[in-house]
């Protein structure tokens, strides 16, 4: 049974990762941006932040989300996004512990995660995240007991295949871009790591999560028809719910097939 350290140890690599991926998400939609140089600074005053004021999560709160040297402000998803990536290193380790499975789908979620804050932001997925992650899932798969090559591959061609398919026929029918070619290569990274098997419930699940944030969405903004929302966010979400939560969905999905 893993000890407190090793606990503390893996909410401490997800908190430091949760802080670069901040950078990550900070930058990496800006054209010739690096996400190494130069070092992490405020965007308000542009001075560098000191190493004892980049602490994840901590720093935030000694601070009071403020920066030190001008009091502006600082954006609460640098807290969020550290503490999710703490909990998701948390999670991974209780599910797989120590091993191969937990640096593989650590790299997953950490991707996923990029992926939700930056489309929220700018409603885009850098094809710099999903494009690589495509042939990283399916290359882990030759060693990844969770998922065989053959279903990361036919996950692949299912998942981007599936949603090229109806991005193409909504635009036929109304002549408007209703799916981003982002959400076509997300779906495809996904069933490059999780298998085909996971698409049906990736599928469901954010598209009832759309649906509902959607219909919200048109009530506040009352632009009916043409709202945008952002649906990589809910693609990211519903595969990290199937990977934490395969067994019960597999469950009851069948218990719902015997039962029909």
């Not at 939609?29 to 994840?56: L, M, Q, R, T």
């Not at 999710?84 to 650590?106: K, Q, R």
């Not at 930056?118 to 992650?133: E, K, N, R, T, Y």
Request: a positive charge; glycine letters at 10%; aromatic letters at 16%.
């Amino acid at each position: 049974m893993p000890d407190n350290m090793s606990y503390l140890f893996v909410a401490l690599f997800g908190a430091l990762v949760g802080s670069f991926l901040n950078v990550v998400i900070l930058r990496l939609p800006e054209e010739g941006a690096s996400v190494v140089f130069p070092a992490s600074h405020c965007p308000a005053c542009k001075n560098d932040i000191s190493w004892y004021d980049n602490i994840p999560i901590f720093s935030f709160i000694l601070l009071r989300g403020r920066c030190r040297q001008c009091g502006v402000s600082i954006s609460w998803q640098y807290p969020l996004v550290e503490l999710a990536m703490t909990l998701l290193s948390l999670a991974l380790f209780s599910y797989f512990g120590l091993s191969l499975l937990y640096v593989i789908y650590f790299v997953f979620c950490a991707a996923l995660l990029a992926i939700i804050f930056i489309d929220l932001a700018h409603q885009i997925i850098p094809d710099v995240i999903s494009l690589p992650g495509i042939v990283l899932g399916f290359v882990v798969s030759f060693i990844n007991p969770f998922v065989s090559w053959q279903s990361s591959g036919i996950g692949i061609m299912v998942g981007g295949g599936s949603f090229y398919l109806v991005a193409f026929v909504y635009y036929l029918l109304t002549k408007r871009d209703g799916m981003g070619g982002g959400d076509i290569k997300l779906l495809a990274m996904i069933g490059a790591f999780l298998g085909w098997q996971s698409l049906p419930f990736v599928i469901f699940g954010s598209s009832l999560m759309g649906s509902i944030i959607g219909i919200g969405a048109m009530l506040k903004q009352r632009k009916g028809g043409q709202t945008v929302i952002p649906y990589g966010p809910f693609l990211a979400v519903a595969a990290m719910l199937y990977l934490f939560f395969r067994r019960e969905i597999v469950f009851l999905y069948m218990r719902y097939v015997l039962s029909a």
